[in-house]
Structure formats: C-alpha cells, structure tokens
C-alpha cells in the first residue's frame, strides 16, 4: 500500500510565495516521475510541473520561471516552489507519482491541495 500526503497550500496575495510537498510512503522500491497538476474552479485539471527520477524537470508555459519542481530521493518527497503568485493560479494542486511497488508499477494521486491567490 502507497500513500501520497500532501501539504503547504494556503491563502496568499498575488505576488507571494508558497511551497508545496507531496510526501510518499508505503511499500516503495523506486520512484520515478513526479509531477504536479492544478485544477481550477470549472476548469479540467492541467499539468504544471513534472521531474524525472534523472532530475529532468519540465513546466507548463503558464508558470515558467515562476515555479520550480524538485524531488528529495531520501524522503520520497516532491516539491513545488510557487513565486510572482497570481490570481489564476488559483485551484487545488495535486502531485502525480509513479512508483514501483512490491507487485506492480503504477500512477498514484495525492489528495490535493487548495491554493488560493488573492488579488
């Protein structure tokens, strides 16, 4: 059994900062992308961030050179560093992790994470 526990949203005035985590924990022999979604009010949920298990990191156009993705192997932890915050990033974040575990190789989903930027 794989857990995905995520923290750090909150309320925030556009232009502030917050830093999310997704912490995985369970039956894990290796992890290998990680990756961060947001999904707003009536909206489908989009890709944000994505990082190999290499340290690749890839981004959507919408928050390049404003967010940055990185992973710590020895925790099993995947970060997301939000600067210049703006109102449309607003929506609840959620990190998508692929793991192999004890029977198989799958995707899971963290419970999400509500962002709030205020005008």
């Known amino acids: 059994q794989v857990q995905l526990v995520e923290s750090g949203g909150g309320l925030v005035q556009a232009g502030g900062s917050l830093r999310l985590s997704c912490a995985a924990s369970g039956s894990i022999l290796s992890i290998n992308h990680m990756g961060w979604y947001r999904q707003a009010p009536g909206k489908q949920r989009e890709f944000i961030a994505h990082?190999?298990?290499?340290?690749?990191?890839n981004y959507a156009d919408s928050v390049k050179g404003r967010f940055t993705i990185s992973r710590d192997n020895a925790k099993n932890t995947v970060y997301l560093q939000m600067n210049s915050l703006k109102p449309e990033d607003t929506g609840v974040y959620y990190c998508?992790?692929?793991?192999?575990?004890?029977?198989?190789?799958?995707?899971?989903w963290g419970q999400g994470t509500q962002v709030t930027v205020s005008s």
């Open positions: 998508n992790v692929l793991i192999l575990g004890i029977l198989d190789m799958r995707e899971y």
């Open positions: 990082i190999t298990s290499g340290g690749n990191t």
